[in-house]
């Protein structure tokens, strides 16, 4: 399970960067392909007995950057959202992290 290992690493970033201080809110942001539930719980598994067990989560959708085939305009969105612009097809040219820390408080 990938998910596992995401939230492994996001978990060690967090404690890292904020020097081991209790953290009172993440927002997470995660790709098309990650399973949020699964993520969630290999989340609350790896923060169990750290700084973050008692951490508020939040996740967000991390989009894709576009390209349109007609218009050629780049746009945020999922890999069939139409050109905000010509309503087109557009063409992943940049795809989002898969799990990205969004912010965090302490």
Known sequence: ???A???RA???AIIEASAGAPVRTVV???AT???ISSASAAWHAAATGTPLEATDLTWEHAPDRLRCFACGHDYDGARL???PSCGGNGLVIAPADELAVVRWTT
């Open 5 to 7: 290992g995401l939230a």
């Open 33 to 35: 392909g990650v399973d």
């Open 1 to 3: 399970m990938h998910e």
């Open 81 to 83: 959202d139409p050109c």
């Open 28 to 30: 997470l942001a995660a």
């Open 10 to 12: 996001a978990v060690s």
